[in-house]
């Protein structure tokens, strides 16, 4: 029963054509095409947080390209498009965020946690290794 429904999903997915949503091209100029996914490739998706615009299939990120399709057509260049979405979106837009004052936390938080791990790990190691013997219980086995 569980294969049939299965067989039943995969038919009505194909039949739906979710799956053709990439195959069709989306510009008539392969260039601009390829320059807008090398854009999009360092923009964030904002629904998604984990991916970036040409990854994503959420509708935001499929208009964010659209935004950027029409603005490399209109002859913007890259550093236009990109100051364009962090002055409406944030740094939180960029892909990789600029090092400055403001995301400081951003990138050197995941280095002062780590620091502040391993001399956790240590200060525990340490006291560990200072306590008697006596202070462990002997491994016995249970008695049943």
Sequence with gaps: MAKWILLLCMFWWCGSGAWAKEAMPAAENPALEAQMMEIAKELRCLVCQNQTIAESHAALAIDLRQQVRE??????????????????????????????????LLWLGPIVLMVLGLLALLLVLHRRNILPDDAFDPDTPDAT
Excluded: E, H, N, W
């Design 71 to 104: 603005q490399l057509q209109s002859g913007k260049t890259p550093d236009q498009i990109y100051s364009y979405m962090t002055a409406r979106y944030g740094d939180f837009v960029l892909y990789r965020p600029p090092l400055k004052s403001s995301t400081y």
